[in-house]
């Protein structure tokens, strides 16, 4: 491998790769659930969606026959640090429930504040009413969904949205989700803060942090799709590293997102020393040593 050829492994290629493995892309149509139970840990998360899933093919079911079935919200909340798998969740659960033909098309459509809240009067509820067309028949996704009602100073459309986003789930119950996920704490607040908010949204699912031993699963699968592997030495580093980590963070701790960025920066230092060898084999471009894993 020559030096050029060595430099066309940057940091953005290690990103995009990242990114066509978790979006799905590649997933063959009615695997979804197959690939949440491959997921690593979420045992508890697992149980709950298994256990939604029957809820909502039931309810479907007596609805088709001309039952009333069961009238109960389908909406829901996830709550839990970054990193810990929400959104990829919620994805998945979008194309199980278009599977089960609960979702007519399982579309995924993931939302943040600038998308939903405008600039000025009459601007915010055609934005949320784009959002609900676009997610039609699947999952519309509202990430940190407490930051719609964080402006108090009276010049902010926040509310207007959350009355916006009510009247819609209300008018399209039968054919979409909507999923608020965030901080526990702050999610909670949110919810408790309307009426029309708690009395939609009540079911929850808690996303955990990981164990050392699951980072350091996650971080071993990460490496096997990148075609990376960690020396004996290296492997023995890192599952030490994540150990520690996992039981001594801040608040601010991104689980899966941490391991990920700490793989790009392991993957950038071995770069460094690889490139200054005359010559490198395949098996060498593929090795991460516990110096390539060392942080600082």
Request: aromatic share 8%; net charge neutral.
């Amino acid at each position: 491998v020559s030096q050029d050829e060595l430099f066309k492994i940057t940091k953005d290629d290690i990103r995009d790769r990242n990114e066509i493995a978790e979006s799905g892309h590649e997933r063959e149509n009615g695997t979804a659930m197959k690939e949440l139970n491959s997921m690593i840990g979420l045992t508890s998360v697992k149980k709950v969606i298994r256990k939604a899933v029957a809820n909502f093919k039931m309810n479907k079911k007596l609805m088709d026959m001309g039952m009333t079935g069961n009238k109960a919200s389908l909406h829901m909340v996830f709550t839990g640090n970054p990193g810990t798998a929400k959104t990829t969740v919620a994805r998945l659960f979008a194309e199980i429930l278009k599977d089960e033909k609960v979702l007519s098309t399982g579309k995924f459509v993931e939302v943040g504040r600038a998308d939903l809240v405008g600039q000025y009067v009459g601007h915010t509820a055609p934005k949320v009413k784009k959002r609900f067309k676009e997610a039609k028949g699947g999952v519309l996704f509202i990430d940190e969904a407490y930051t719609l009602t964080a402006g108090k100073d009276g010049k902010d459309f926040g509310q207007e949205a959350v009355d916006t986003l009510l009247k819609m789930m209300e008018d399209n119950r039968d054919n979409l989700i909507v999923i608020v996920a965030g901080y526990t704490e702050l999610m909670k607040e949110f919810v408790d803060s309307n009426p029309g908010l708690r009395s939609r949204f009540n079911k929850y699912i808690n996303f955990e942090d990981y164990s050392g031993d699951e980072l350091y699963e996650i971080f071993l699968s990460m490496c096997k799709k990148q075609e990376y592997e960690p020396n004996a030495q290296g492997k023995a580093y890192v599952k030490e590293l994540l150990g520690i980590w996992a039981k001594s963070h801040d608040e601010n701790f991104a689980n899966a997102r941490e391991v990920r960025n700490y793989l790009e920066r392991s993957i950038a230092r071995q770069a460094s020393r690889i490139v200054e060898l005359d010559s490198v084999s395949d098996k060498q471009l593929k090795t991460l040593t516990k110096g390539d894993l060392t942080e600082g």
